[in-house]
Structure formats: C-alpha cells, structure tokens
C-alpha cells in the first residue's frame, strides 16, 4: 500500500481456512504451521490485508498449501530463551541476523513451543525455531555444515539477537524431530540384535542338549538295573511280562 501514515499500515490475518493447522504474522504476512504432524494434502487458506485508515480498506487472496508427507534431512533447530509470541513478532529480524552471519539463505520453517493452546503463547520462555539454509544456486545445505557454522558465529549471531529482543538472548542447537539415526547408531542396534539371537539360540541348544542327556541317561540307567536284577535274581521278566527262571534247566544240566 503506497499510502502513507496508517492508510499504508497493513495487517495480515486468516479469513478462513484451517486455522488449527496454520497461523500468519499479522505485520509480516508469513504464514507458518501449527501442528501439521502426521497430516497430508492440499490446504486452502484466504487471506486479507486490511490498512488501518479511517476508512479501512481490505484486499484477500487465497493461499494454496500443500503438505508433503517427505521431509528434509536437512532441517536444524535453534533454540531461543524468547517467549513464541515475541519470537513470531520479530520472524524477519531473526531471519536477517541468521542470513548475515550465516551467509546463506535462511528460511524459517516452523516455530514451535512447548505451549500447544494458542492462547498460552506467551507462558513458556523457550521457543523451538526450525530453519533450513540454501546456497547460492538455491540447493539444501547439509544440516551439518548449518550446525556448525551456527556454533561458530554463536557469540555474534546471540549479540545481533540481543538488539533485536532488547534483553539477553541464549541461542543453542537443538535436535530437530524425526531425524534419523546416525549410521553409527543403526549398526549398534543391529548388531546388539544379532548378538542377542546368537545368545538366544545358544541357551536353547543348551537347554535342549542338557534335556536330550538327561532322558538318555535316566533311560541308560533303567536298563543298567534291569540287567542288575536279571543276574541278582533268580527269576526275571520275559518280554511277554511273564516271570521266568534264568537256572538252566535240568536237561541242559546233563
């Protein structure tokens, strides 16, 4: 809005559309997500721009977003001892102090609290920002080279965000959600189950080895004293069941 004073102050808001999902910064106009997790599809949003003249004048327009079901690898999180509220109000501030001593372009993909009710914004002194940077011809930049050159400007980037909030700010490096495990920890796991199905299948083999002897040798021992008796006594069972003598008979005597 070319005007000036407040016929060329715009404010931003959503008209309708899915407002759980997504909010706007009313000075800025950027919209940002809420809670998407674990939704997919196409979202219709109306938005308006009102100046605050006298005469309020308004414009709307839909936004088209659609919400993928990938996500990046590349994504890092920033973690600011700012109130979301204060955090959201100064979006392309934090934005611009990342750009400069990042020397990469930065986008802020969400700014999460743990405060979920909106209308408890202003209660938690931590704010999760999810930001991704882009290189000169506009590709992802490793999340790993972002972390480090976060950990290497830290003192600069925490003194620009100072003029910025006008009070002390603390900037850390965050673990952002769902990121995958390192190689390292994937062979760990694997081979921690491997060990544990050798290990498994080895007691069982013992198991069943010490049952196997057992049986045998409780069998071995029935037959040992079934001789026993056959050679202490004079009489003996057949394998009718029968009693029968083992003395010679008188004929074979002769």
Do not use: C
């Not at 715009?10 to 009313?26: A, K, R």
């Not at 491997?194 to 013992?206: R, S």
């Amino acid at each position: 809005d070319p005007d000036s004073g407040d016929n060329g102050l715009l404010l931003y808001s959503l008209v309708t559309g899915q407002t759980d999902e997504f909010d706007i910064h009313e000075n800025t106009g950027q919209i940002f997500t809420v809670s998407v997790a674990g939704k997919t599809g196409t979202f219709n949003l109306k938005v308006q721009a009102a100046d605050q003249g006298a005469k309020r004048l308004t414009a709307w327009t839909t936004v088209t977003v659609t919400v993928d079901s990938s996500s990046s690898s590349n994504i890092v999180m920033l973690v600011l001892n700012q109130k979301i509220n204060v955090v959201e109000k100064n979006t392309a501030e934090i934005q611009r102090v990342l750009e400069d001593k990042l020397g990469w372009d930065v986008y802020v993909v969400g700014i999460y609290s743990e405060e979920i009710e909106r209308k408890a914004r202003s209660s938690t002194d931590e704010t999760q920002i999810k930001i991704m940077a882009f290189d000169q011809v506009h590709q992802e930049v490793p999340a790993e080279d972002v972390k480090r050159k976060l950990r290497e400007q830290k003192g600069s980037i925490e003194v620009e965000l100072e003029k910025v909030f006008s009070s002390p700010v603390s900037a850390a490096i965050g673990e952002a959600p769902g990121a995958p495990a390192s190689s390292e920890l994937v062979a760990a796991i694997v081979l921690g189950v491997l060990l544990a199905g050798t290990f498994l299948a080895f007691l069982a083999y013992i198991l069943l080895d010490r049952r196997r002897k057992r049986k045998y040798g409780k069998q071995d021992y029935v037959n040992k004293v079934k001789i026993m008796e056959g050679i202490d006594n004079p009489w003996a069972i057949d394998q009718n069941g029968s009693l029968k003598s083992l003395e010679k008979p008188e004929y074979m005597n002769n």
